[in-house]
């Protein structure tokens, strides 16, 4: 089982989301955690009375190998915030959306299509975007394997495709969109369709054959041919998407004014801040900032 869940690859923009019962007390905190349980603890060993901060992570890829690359931006929250981290394991980006409508968490990094889908609801603001590249925007890659001899979109017809989660934008919207142009909703376009929960293992399951194309997020295949060349070793990108507005941290609607403006002020200074500084480097990030709204329309003219 470690073995498997050690194969899966982690970047830089992974879904968790965390609560914040109070936005007060910056002591230092020290974190451990145990993987015995569903419920993964993050523990203030120094202050463990203290109200806890509850992770809850919508995996685009291992939600212990999120932890293996993030632990370290938890634990700086943490010594910010002062309080004891647990993390809730999600599978999908509606169960973390639902947290949100609910109140349940007070700040979630979700993907681009997550997040229209809950601000479509009026559930969600803003809080703050990755700088990544020095931009603020990504892409979908269509891809599939070298010797496929499937060199078109058009090409996929009648084979079979990995689409990572109903609502993510570049594992779903995207492709769902491309068939609709070519054909409508009249016949089946793929012969077989499933769903991986993981840009990762969709690649994965490209590179060695199992499924003869994906459409994955394009920071996270750069990532993996920029660390594991042996894992795209077999694949050729043969579509990119338009630019699509960086997966976002958003907070609740109801969040309380002294929070949102705390939390967003920790993470617009993160860069800042010598440690917080190593921190972004490690997961690719520059900085995040404040971004519109409007950079997300692309994501919604998906869905028209």
Known sequence: MMKKLLFQTIIIVMLFSMVLP???????TKVKVDFSDSTL?????ENDSLKPIFVAIASMTSPRETYIYYHNLIDFI?????????????????????????GEVSFAFICSGAYINAKAKNEVKLLAAPVINHQTYYQAFIITRKNSGI?????LKGHSFAFTDPISNTGYMYPHKQVRLLEGNKNPFFSKTIYTYGHDISIQMVNKGIIDGASVHSLIYQYIARNYPERIKGIKIIKKSELFGMPPVVT???????????????????????????ILEKLGIEKFVIV????????RNLTN
């Open 151 to 155: 060199n078109t979109f058009e090409d």
């Open 41 to 45: 603890k993050v523990s203030n060993v």
């Open 22 to 28: 109070s936005c007060t007390n910056y002591e230092k």
């Open 252 to 278: 609740p609607l109801t969040i309380k004014t002294k929070c949102f403006n705390r939390l967003q002020n920790i993470f617009l200074t993160l860069d800042q801040d010598t440690t917080g500084k190593k």
């Open 78 to 102: 943490g010594q910010k915030i002062g309080r004891p981290i647990y993390i809730k394991e999600k599978k999908t980006y509606e169960e973390v959306n639902e947290m949100l409508g609910k």
């Open 292 to 299: 519109n709204d409007s950079i997300y329309n692309n994501v």
